[in-house]
């Protein structure tokens, strides 16, 4: 075997991990489409809605009722959001509200749902300020 082959195999490997750790689902954490998140929101009392894209991002508009915690921002601020609460995560398109969700399980937090595919996939009208 050529160095190569043993070079395109080993970069192909690591395409692939790194695709499968940016897409696999995080354990523990519910995955809704549009409509499962809007019962989710109406339908439990018990919860907190959370915008983690940027406040630029949150300003041109949001679900109504999030409060804006950017993931860049989430680690510092996890005070602000209650573990005894279900929290409902969403961003653009749902990679960074995945994220997020990885960052709340890791600190404890147990009833955590993220909008699949962002507010791109919301279908709504959103909120704006």
């Not at 398109?93 to 919301?122: D, E, T």
Request: net charge positive.
């Amino acid at each position: 075997m050529s160095i190569n082959t043993v070079i395109n195999i080993a970069v192909l490997i690591l395409i692939v991990w790194f695709l499968y750790t940016r897409l696999k689902p995080v354990k523990g954490v519910k995955n809704l489409k549009a409509e499962d998140f809007r019962n989710e929101m109406m339908n439990n009392n018990k919860r907190i809605v959370v915008d983690v894209r940027e406040p630029g991002e949150y300003k041109r508009g949001f679900i109504k009722g999030a409060v804006n915690i950017p993931l860049s921002q989430l680690q510092r601020r996890l005070a602000e959001i209650p573990k005894d609460k279900t929290v409902l995560l969403y961003c653009q398109s749902g990679m960074r509200s995945k994220n997020a969700a990885k960052v709340l399980s890791r600190s404890g937090y147990s009833k955590i749902a993220h909008l699949q595919g962002g507010v791109s996939a919301w279908g709504d009208k959103l909120t704006h300020k």
